[in-house]
């Protein structure tokens, strides 16, 4: 009897269970029981920090995997469900080929297997087979002594439209081709050898040689499909996309050998050789034929998609990573800030906040061309900044920053009492925020244009809760987002906002709704709820009066109470990052050492003494008590690092005042797999290849630096019609002489904007990143930093 539907889907469950704990390396039980956790609701940052007693300790990477994985491989059991109701409907669903659906571990294989059974249009097999002549094609594979127009002459039939022989042998042969190129065993053998030897050759389409110049290095281009890097590929792909290349998959170095290859081994495993027989050279020519039409562009799709796709998810996890250095850069904390949206024609927008982040001023300049109000505009501010006792000038880094740059720089000498800082800052997406739902809710009355410099105010006193309002791809600091699939690129960022937001925590009675929403557990709708209740009500005094929220159930409170922050509330504990439910644990603490909570708080000689073992239960493990004790030692610590801001040179504000062999500070504005674009004041990021970074082998820029970091470069080659810089962090580094012209493909620096035109003209993005290096000096600096990796 088959296994009941309970049981069958235990054994499904544990399955996936034992190939993701594999995967991840876990044991089974602990894939398991997050499995089950995540089915119950709970979102990743609350497993990876209130549950690992449950999970045996499973951190949040690993659970993101487990979470990325467990989708894949129910969508395979999903399929895999369908394809057997499918082919059993049609009569064919034979022992073997239940075995061989059901071992398949992978969508690639379930379709490989599915292919012949998938309904499609009538085909030229079709046909031939209706026509009768299967058994023409069948005679011929069995017995190549047969000669091929003689045995091919009692097939004739006109009334089912076989006009002669040749009409017969040429429905025949698309028989055989059809029936080998949806040979799961064939092609599934195929495909591995052909990405194993594979080759991608671009070749330039004619006459797109002007058009696509920026394409120049992917002309005629060849390399291994196994070892190409993401970013080429993309790079590749787009220039495919946009018509100015045409791409091939070439078995080998040698094309021509290659495709012989492939054709003989089709042919082997179809049972065929040469041996002079009267058949043996149509089948023969049936097996290239085979190749050629059927799977060499089968497998041309399938592992360009496949290569596509490892490439997107490495994107992503670029984009990802650098997200989150962004997200978790240092705040400058509460300090009232002077925001400065720099501008020529369109003025210079100005916005103050307080300490609190709200605002308290706004107005518009005209320092710059063609107005040249400078004196008039340094009153302005001057009086703004005195009024509101400003502490900080945050200029955002678009169209005339180093011009708004110098203007904040005689503000300061203006009024020296003042003891104010200025601070270049990516205004990367404000333009998106401005005219964002959001921000018209924040500022129904407050013009678009004044609503960016409020934002870039705000990123400077804590980047994290401003940029959560944003959405994640506008921000800028991916490689090639525009290119990888949206969905998948959504769900990863916002996974890594999330990451973010919990592991700072948030304090309920500051944070906006755009913040709120992003903790674990709570919607949108309840996050908004919140800030209503909070309104309506005051200041939060405890973490339970969030029971009292609308909408805000049980569930949800266990989801986000522990990253839920009330400062001087009614119980010490919810300033920390203790969980509520675990309020119990303290309490025994608290009674054993006979001393009340905030006395135990920050005494970490006496916590350090305590030991974890003491204080376990049923519910609450070893690994559980001491993040409760390293909570009480430091409660509500940030773990960002301290705020620092890079000093940019002065006198050195475009490209024409750089020279080859000048040392700068400037920022890390983006990390891509090839090496690191900086922000040195110019208007153009430059770029420092992976070979540049270190006096050592890097395999990954982030091992050195991350988005946002302050770094000393020296400048290694300026091309200036070009608008690119050639920067190294080895400062005993010397500039390169030319040699050759040939550029390491696919690591050119950044140009353009994808900000709506506007508040990241200097920062890279994927058009950017597809233009090769120029065929000059520069590209051999970048050609000898890639030889030296």
Same mark, same amino acid.
């Given at each position: ?80 469900? /369908? +394809? ?18 059901? *071992?398949?571990?992978?969508? *690639? ?42 045995? *091919? ?71 291994? $499909? ?63 034929? /085979? ?89 302005? $501010? ?77 990123? $400077? ?46 304090? +309920? ?5 755009? $913040? ?23 200041? #939060? ?78 519910? #609450? ?85 991350? /988005? ?82």
């Amino acid at each position: 009897m088959p296994e009941s539907a309970p049981k069958a889907a235990s054994a499904l469950a544990e399955k996936i269970a034992r190939t993701i704990a594999a995967e991840i390396g876990a044991r089974p039980e602990q894939a398991r029981a997050a499995i089950g956790l995540l089915d119950e609701g709970a979102t990743v940052p609350f497993i990876a920090r209130y549950r690992k007693e449950v999970t045996g300790g499973l951190d949040d990477t690993q659970l993101r995997d487990l979470e990325s994985r467990l989708t894949y491989l129910r969508e395979l059991e999903d399929r895999r469900a /369908a +394809v057997l109701a499918s082919v059993d409907e049609q009569g064919k669903l034979t022992d073997e080929l239940r075995a061989d659906i059901e *071992a398949a571990d992978s969508k *690639a294989r379930l379709e490989d297997l599915y292919l012949p059974y998938k309904v499609k249009r009538r085909t030229k097999a079709q046909i031939a087979r209706e026509a009768g002549l299967e058994p023409l094609a069948d005679g011929l594979l069995a017995d190549p002594s047969l000669t091929p127009e003689e045995f *091919a002459a009692g097939f004739v039939d006109s009334d089912n439209g076989v006009a002669d022989a040749k009409a017969a042998l040429e429905g025949a042969r698309a028989i055989l081709m059809e029936r080998w190129g949806e040979d799961a065993a064939l092609v599934g053998k195929l495909r591995e050898w052909l990405q194993d030897v594979g080759r991608i050759h671009a070749r330039v389409v004619d006459g797109k040689e002007i058009e696509g110049a920026k394409y120049r290095d992917y002309f005629d281009h060849a390399e291994p $499909l196994a070892k190409i890097p993401s970013h080429r590929l993309l790079a590749l792909f787009r220039a495919r996309r946009e018509d100015i290349v045409v791409l091939d998959l070439e078995p080998g170095v040698d094309a021509e050998a290659g495709h012989a290859q492939a054709m003989g081994r089709v042919a082997h495993h179809a049972g065929i050789r040469d041996a002079g027989r009267p058949a043996d050279a149509w089948l023969l020519n049936a097996c290239r034929l /085979a190749w050629k039409a059927k799977l060499h562009l089968h497998l041309l799709l399938d592992l360009f998609g496949q290569a596509r796709e490892k490439a997107e998810a490495e994107a992503i996890a670029v984009f990802g990573d650098n997200l989150k250095d962004l997200l978790l850069a240092a705040p400058a904390g509460p300090k009232a800030v002077l925001g400065l949206d720099p501008g020529l024609r369109t003025g210079v927008k100005v916005a103050v906040v307080d300490r609190t982040g709200k605002l308290v001023a706004t107005d518009t300049i005209f320092p710059h061309q063609p107005r040249n109000q400078w004196d008039g505009s340094l009153h302005v $501010l001057r009086k703004l900044c005195a009024q509101h006792a400003v502490e900080l000038i945050a200029i955002g880094n678009g169209t005339a920053s180093r011009e708004t740059d110098k203007l904040a720089g005689d503000l300061i000498k203006l009024a020296p009492e003042l003891k104010m800082q200025k601070i270049v800052v990516s205004e990367a997406g404000a333009s998106v925020y401005s005219a964002s739902e959001f921000a018209a809710k924040e500022f129904p009355d407050l013009d678009v244009s004044l609503r960016g410099a409020v934002s870039i105010a705000r990123r $400077l006193q804590d980047p994290l809760a401003e940029l959560v309002k944003i959405e994640p791809k506008a921000i800028g600091v991916g490689q090639y987002q525009h290119d990888v699939d949206g969905h998948r690129l959504a769900r990863a960022l916002d996974a890594r906002v999330e990451d973010c937001v919990n592991a700072v925590g948030v304090d +309920v009675n500051t944070a906006s709704a755009a $913040l709120l929403a992003r903790v674990s557990g709570l919607s949108s709708t309840v996050a908004g709820n919140i800030v209503v209740y909070r309104d309506a009500n005051g200041a #939060f005094t405890s973490r339970k009066q969030l029971l009292k929220v609308p909408r805000l159930g049980d569930k949800a409170f266990e989801q986000c109470a522990g990253f839920l922050r009330i400062a001087n509330g009614e119980q010490p504990l919810d300033a920390s990052s203790v969980h509520p439910e675990a309020y119990p644990v303290v309490e025994r603490i608290v009674s054993d050492c006979g001393r009340e909570v905030r006395q135990l708080i920050g005494d970490a000689g006496f916590l350090r003494g305590i030991r974890p073992e003491q204080y376990t239960d049923d519910k #609450f493990g070893v690994p559980t008590i001491r993040d409760i004790l390293k909570e009480l030692e430091k409660p509500g610590r940030d773990p960002r690092p301290e705020f620092k801001a890079a000093r940019f040179a002065d006198g050195v504000e475009e490209l024409k005042d750089l020279q080859v062999g000048m040392i700068l500070e400037g920022v890390v504005s983006n990390v891509a797999a090839f090496g690191a674009f900086v922000d040195i004041g110019v208007h153009q990021d430059g770029l420092v290849h992976i070979s540049a970074l270190a006096d050592r082998y890097v395999k990954d820029p982030r091992e050195v630096v991350k /988005a946002g970091d302050v770094v000393k470069v020296k400048v290694l080659e300026v091309d200036i019609p070009r608008k690119r810089i050639a920067l190294t962090c080895r400062l005993d580094d010397s500039a390169p002489a030319p040699r050759g012209d040939r550029a390491d493909r696919g690591t050119p620096p950044p140009r353009g904007s994808h900000d709506g035109g506007r508040g990241n003209a200097r920062r890279p993005d994927a058009r950017a990143m597809s233009a090769p290096p120029a065929n000059n000096a520069l590209a051999a600096a970048f050609a000898k930093a890639k030889g030296n990796t």
